[in-house]
């Protein structure tokens, strides 16, 4: 992967993402996903799923499907300056995503399993609305699985990318009975992976990964279970993250929330709050270990 070296003046676009985690023989796995090579954004990187949110997220034959109201999803969220219903809008949009890229629907007690699932993703696909297709399954979406994380805000000097995001992470565990499955149009490929075993392959060039799917990792990385990723994103308000970049001596690097070179003295997340860009690849000024440092 490439390092861009423009700037953006745009604002970003709002988007939302689903961590999707599961336990396993080797410990915690994440689930990362292919972008197709020819996609706009970051294509053939490896992603969680996720997407830009669109009108009908915040519509009422959508949040109509959700379990909670907009007013609990906004206290949820922690974003006093978003309203309710853009709150809400967020789970509606990570939700949608999760269906329309890996056919994995979080939805409430009722049908759970995959049976059927594959038709309803096809559909979205092929246009229906997201609401519509709730209500013609009789369908809730299950809010509650989806535990607000982290808030990335992209900086006006994208390292990766040629656009501007503000993408809202949520931590999910995968739904029993139901199985990822890529598209195989915006998706290509599915890799369940062990935070550590996903960023050494980063590091020895087998995927390419952007910088916040990095730091998230080795935020993960902590963790031993699921159930124990999933306490701590409910025990706190997300944590917001907006890379400040700088060049030193020609090097591009990244500084996060407690970073001297940052403008917020107060560490956001557990993890180096410095990358550096070297041999196409973001990684912490003390070598590679020191992800797991924390």
């Not at 949009?93 to 994995?104: I, L, P």
């Amino acid at each position: 992967m490439k390092l861009h070296t423009g700037t953006l003046d745009t604002p970003p676009r709002d988007a939302a993402t689903v961590v999707m985690l599961r336990d396993s023989q080797d410990g915690l796995q994440v689930l990362l996903v292919r972008r197709h090579a020819q996609t706009a954004v970051l294509g053939g990187a490896c992603v969680f799923p996720g997407g830009k949110l669109d009108a009908h997220d915040s519509s009422d034959a959508v949040l109509n499907r959700l379990d909670r109201t907009p007013g609990e999803l906004h206290a949820r969220l922690a974003e006093p300056a978003l309203a309710p219903r853009a709150a809400a809008a967020f789970f509606a949009a990570a939700a949608r995503e999760a269906f329309e890229e890996v056919g994995v629907l979080y939805m409430q007690a009722g049908r759970r399993e995959s049976s059927g699932m594959d038709a309803a993703a096809a559909s979205l696909r092929a246009g229906e609305p997201f609401g519509h297709l709730l209500a013609r399954l009789g369908l809730t979406l299950d809010s509650d699985a989806l535990a607000p994380w982290s808030r990335w805000i992209t900086p006006r000097q994208p390292s990766v990318i040629n656009k501007r995001f503000d993408t809202r992470f949520f931590l999910a565990a995968a739904p029993a009975g139901q199985e990822a499955v890529q598209d195989d149009h915006e998706v290509t490929e599915l890799l369940w992976r062990t935070p550590r075993a996903a960023l050494e392959a980063y590091r020895d060039h087998a995927i390419d990964l952007a910088p916040p799917q990095i730091v998230s990792l080795a935020h993960l990385a902590r963790f031993a279970s699921v159930q124990a990723a999933l306490a701590d994103a409910r025990s706190r308000a997300p944590a917001l993250i907006a890379p400040e970049p700088f060049d030193d001596h020609g090097v591009r690097v990244l500084a996060y929330p407690g970073d001297e070179r940052h403008s917020v003295r107060q560490r956001a997340l557990p993890c180096p709050t410095r990358l550096r860009y070297q041999n196409e690849r973001f990684l912490p000024e003390q070598g590679f270990e020191a992800f797991f440092d924390f």
